[in-house]
T-cell receptor, first 112, second 114 residues
């Protein structure tokens, strides 16, 4: 079945550093791709999404581009803040099996 | 109220208790889900309801019993749980079962079984 692979964390950065969290996927169809964020003690919130190849999703300074040729959807932010500390989940919409498939999550820790 | 609302936010129960988790959405979504999130484990999809019909049950023990009385409400009934069932239980909803537009999650219920 379809699957998502994320880099293991934690990712530890200083404030204002550049962030990349890698995500690659395996899919037989043409899935939609998502990044979700989970702050401590909360549920998952949709951060951004892309529904077709070469689409760029963006929100709150975060960006990710749907790269069909490399089957990737890496999350980037130019300058992280302490408030970005959270767990980030990459996911795809597996339309053949009709559900969302999540990666294992990557914890980001940003220090002042 | 918008979004997905879960109650209670925190629950402590003994192994012989019976309790229920509630999830409510007023987004007009047609599918609802229960997930279990345990420390250092991937998200586990427990149940999927589409148009009030259960369409997926991922080998979840019978001590967990879901109920979807209408398209806006989803319950998870709990009885005779084990300490390893302690986790964050997340409810989600989506416009379609495939999640093409993504899921909307609630804030979760933190369950502790003592």
């Amino acid at each position: 079945g379809d699957s998502v692979t994320q880099m293991e964390g934690p990712v530890t950065l200083s404030e204002e550093a550049f962030l990349t969290i890698n995500c690659t996927y395996t899919a037989t169809g043409y899935p939609s791709l998502f990044w979700y964020v989970q702050y401590p003690g909360e549920g998952l919130q949709l951060l951004l999404k892309a529904t077709k190849a070469d689409d760029k999703g963006s929100n709150k300074g975060f960006e990710a581009t749907y790269r069909k040729e490399t089957t990737s959807f890496h999350l980037e932010k130019g300058s992280v803040q302490v408030s970005d500390s959270a767990v980030y989940f990459c996911a795809l919409s597996d339309r053949d099996f009709q559900k969302l498939v999540f990666g294992t999550g990557t914890r980001l820790l940003v220090s002042p | 109220e918008t979004g997905v609302t879960q109650t209670p936010r925190h629950l402590v129960m003994g192994m012989t208790n019976k309790k229920s988790l509630k999830c409510e959405q007023h987004l007009g979504h047609n599918a609802m889900y229960w997930y279990k999130q345990s420390a250092k484990k991937p998200l586990e999809l427990m149940f999927v309801y589409s148009l009030e019909e259960r369409v997926e049950n991922n080998s979840v023990p019978s001590r967990f019993s879901p109920e979807c009385p209408n398209s806006s409400h989803l319950f998870l009934h709990l009885h005779t749980l084990q300490p390893e069932d302690s986790a964050l239980y997340l409810c989600a909803s989506s416009q379609d079962k495939g999640g093409y537009y993504g899921y909307t999650f609630g804030s979760g219920t933190r369950l502790t079984v003592v």
